[in-house]
């Protein structure tokens, strides 16, 4: 048989999952195709819940990846509600958790990453909730709205763009953010201190180097927030934004390599050459980069998509791209390209205080990443010579009066 014609099983239906399917039949792929969800819906967007469906703008059928009749149409069993409880690589099979054993040719693992859970009292109170499904988004859309107070733990990007919403909805909004500054993990200081003033400016507060206690309640729903030092801060709704942990049990208990992820090459194969993972689950090669890394975001799972979908049919392996994210708040779009690992100097071009500009992150004179805030040719350049790994002038790439398509040339 030849692999254009092997079954090939998908467990999870996020993003990932869902475009691996998607892309395994424009690639030609002609066999069966399982695609395995525990969430009741088919594959939809995930971006928008902390924005657009917050708002009301969204909902399930506006952001599904592909109209629910297309699976059926392209002879894709998908498998809603259910999750794989066990992989038996020696007899290729998979044990769901409705007792059906699947056989696989191919296996991809797309079991994305689920909210960290804190580890403190109070946590399983109504009300104490997280936003990584469209169930999450629908349970804070319900408690949002005018004098509603909702109180955010994390000042990560998925804090924001909820702290973002819920101003819009006229929701008291404040982070509690554990760090000294919003985004510290995952942005320089002078991207944290724009934000935050951002923030403040459209009414959000902020609790930075708090440490949280305990959430606590009346007749089950979490009423107050206290922390460390003793003070209490009441709310209706508590959102924790605190990371994410890679759902890779179930390929620990078949005994593949996981390193805060899947570990998978640049086919999105792991070390068995029939199994393969994809999306938020894995630990990947940069090779831009030189490094292994645990990367979260839709253009991601999306390369990975396209990786596999290639491997199983036989096409040659894309170019590796450059990673790259983006968050959406107020009138603000914030768009990353690259990692800023080992840069030694930041350039900022442009004007923070007209919400305009872009700080480059350069390792000698290679650019290593690029934040740009309702900054495009910036972003779209900045992601051209970081691919390209081509010198850069700092001296012009801070220099407004040249283009960013003359910096690049």
């Avoid at 195709?33 to 995930?46: A, H, K, N």
């Amino acid at each position: 048989m030849s692999d254009l014609m092997a079954k090939v099983v998908i467990l999870g239906a996020g993003h990932a999952g869902g475009s691996a399917a998607a892309f395994l039949r424009q690639y030609g792929h002609e066999g069966p195709i399982v695609l395995i969800g525990d969430e009741p819906i088919p594959p939809y967007q995930r971006p928008p819940l902390s924005k657009a469906w917050l708002k009301g703008e969204a909902d399930a059928d506006s952001l599904t990846l592909k109209p629910a009749s297309w699976y059926a149409e392209n002879n894709c069993d998908l498998r809603l509600g259910v999750t794989a409880v066990s992989i038996d690589r020696a007899a290729r099979t998979v044990v769901l958790s409705t007792g059906d054993a699947v056989a696989y040719d191919f296996l991809i693992i797309a079991t994305g990453a689920r909210a960290r859970k804190l580890p403190i009292p109070g946590a399983d109170l109504d009300g104490v909730l997280e936003l990584r499904t469209a169930a999450d988004a629908e349970r804070l859309k319900s408690a949002l709205g005018p004098d509603k107070r909702l109180a955010i733990i994390g000042g990560g990007y998925i804090g924001l763009e909820a702290a973002a919403s819920a101003r819009a909805l006229g929701s008291w909004a404040l982070i509690i953010e554990r760090e000294s500054r919003i985004l510290a993990r995952v942005a320089c200081e002078e991207l944290s201190s724009f934000f935050q003033s951002y923030h403040q400016a459209h009414g959000v507060n902020f609790e930075l180097g708090a440490e949280i206690k305990a959430f606590e309640g009346e007749s089950g729903h979490v009423r107050q927030i206290r922390l460390a030092d003793g003070r209490v801060v009441a709310c209706d709704a508590a959102l924790v934004g605190v990371g994410a942990v890679p759902n890779e049990e179930i390929a620990k208990g078949a005994g593949l390599n996981c390193v805060n992820g899947i570990v998978v090459d640049l086919q999105a194969r792991t070390e068995d050459p029939l199994v393969f993972a994809i999306g938020d689950v894995t630990h990947r090669p940069l090779p831009l980069y030189d490094r292994q890394f645990r990367l979260e975001s839709v253009p991601n799972a999306l390369e990975q998509a396209k990786q596999v979908a290639c491997a199983i049919t036989g096409r040659p392996s894309p170019s590796p791209e450059v990673p790259w994210f983006w968050s959406d708040q107020y009138d603000l779009k914030l768009q990353i390209a690259g990692m800023p690992f080992d840069a030694d100097t930041i350039i900022v071009r442009g004007d923070p205080a007209a919400a305009k500009f872009a700080i480059f992150h350069l390792k000698g004179d290679q650019l290593q990443a690029v934040e740009a805030v309702n900054a495009p040719p910036e972003f779209m350049m900045g992601k051209q010579l970081i691919a390209s790994r081509k010198p850069v002038s700092r001296e012009r790439l801070a220099d407004t009066s040249i283009s960013m398509k003359e910096v690049a040339a």
